[in-house]
């Protein structure tokens, strides 16, 4: 079970912290992502992270501007997004590597 949160409107250039809490006791074996869906677009995954060792993966079009951490002490994901653009608008999910989907939050980046 996961659920987020963090998400809203915010101004081009501006920053969002989310956060994915997830309930169970295998958390911290798993790999932990997070997808995006824009309106009339399919899913897409734009940044993972390994179980141990925080190895992490991003797509290129949020490179250098979003950041995916996990805390397994409290079965936490965060995804620290900045330099926030329009085309960064989507509903975005926390995704599980045992199969779960969190419900979404809305990110609107709009002036």
């Known amino acids: 079970h996961l659920v987020e949160s963090g998400g809203g409107l915010v101004q081009p250039g501006g920053s969002l912290r989310l956060s994915c809490a997830a309930s169970?006791?295998?958390?911290?074996?798993?790999?932990m992502s997070w997808y995006r869906q824009a309106p009339g677009k399919e899913r897409e995954v734009f940044a993972s992270?390994?179980?141990?060792?925080?190895?992490?993966s991003y797509v290129d079009s949020v490179k250098g501007r979003f950041i995916i951490s996990r805390d397994n002490h409290k079965n936490m994901v965060y995804l620290q997004m900045n330099g926030l653009k329009p085309e960064d608008t989507a509903v975005y999910y926390c995704?599980?590597?045992?199969?779960?989907w969190g419900q979404g939050t809305q990110v609107t980046v709009s002036s």
């Open positions: 995704y599980s590597g045992a199969g779960h």
């Open positions: 992270i390994r179980s141990a060792g925080g190895v992490t």
């Open positions: 169970g006791s295998s958390f911290s074996s798993y790999v």
